[in-house]
């Protein structure tokens, strides 16, 4: 069965703090992976997508990885920011038919 | 939020009662989705649209009912048949049925009383 599971649940930070976020999944065939930012009360907001062939890829303060061996993703923020509170939704896309397998998130609390 | 739309923002709804929510683009996108988002798990999908006058049933269509009379447009009926449908529901679109990113809309939340 297709699944995308994400690491931790919630996570409480301070500001200028780095954290980790991760991702386990199990889709197959693989296609590509997205990590999404999603503010409370908003609709999710792309931040990188990586294929098969992509280990890293950055977007300003955010560098996602990807190991298509183990299926692992995980996601960083670096001098993390007040604004950087929300939840990060790992989303795997099946090469046979379009489908998109989304995590439950991980919900990211920066406190001053 | 891109150029999609939702409205409106809060929705309460009598048990027994159909509710429409409108979702609208302006980004000439080909295909529209509906998700549904509950506390603790990833979205779920409700119907897709790749083009106008066609739409597939996603992973939990019951109760659920669409239409796509024009490209730019994909309102979601809730039906009284929808057992739970007090959830936050969220419309997105592609440039077309393929890899491309999905823009989503601010979302609608369905409150049953």
């Known amino acids: 069965k297709n699944q995308v599971e994400q690491s931790p649940q919630s996570l409480i930070i301070l500001e200028g703090k780095n954290c980790t976020l991760q991702?386990?999944?199990?889709?197959?065939?693989?296609?590509?992976l997205r990590w999404y930012k999603q503010d409370t009360g908003r609709g999710p907001v792309s931040l990188t997508i990586m294929t098969f062939s992509e280990n890293t890829k950055s977007n300003g303060r955010y560098t996602a990885t990807l190991d298509a061996d183990t299926k692992q993703s995980s996601l960083h923020i670096t001098a993390s920011q007040l604004s950087d509170s929300a939840s990060y939704i790992c989303?795997?896309?099946?090469?046979?038919?379009?489908?998109?397998?989304w995590g439950a998130g991980t919900k990211l609390i920066i406190k001053p | 939020d891109g150029g999609i739309t939702q409205s409106p923002k809060y929705l309460f709804r009598k048990e027994g009662q159909n509710v429409t929510l409108s979702c609208e683009q302006n980004l000439n996108h080909d295909a529209m989705y509906w998700y549904r988002q509950d506390p603790g798990q990833g979205l779920r999908l409700i119907y897709y649209?790749?083009?106008?006058?066609?739409?597939q049933k996603g992973d939990i269509a019951e109760g659920y009912s669409v239409s796509r009379e024009k490209k730019e447009s994909f309102p979601l009926t809730v039906t009284s048949a929808q057992k739970n449908p007090t959830a936050f529901y969220l419309c997105?679109?592609?440039?077309?049925?393929?890899?491309?990113?999905?823009?989503f809309g601010p979302g609608t939340r369905l409150t049953v009383l």
């Open positions: 997105a679109s592609t440039a077309s049925r393929s890899y491309n990113e999905q823009f």
């Open positions: 649209s790749q083009i106008v006058n066609d739409f």
């Open positions: 989303v795997v896309s099946a090469d046979s038919n379009y489908q998109l397998i």
């Open positions: 991702c386990n999944y199990t889709v197959s065939p693989f296609s590509n």
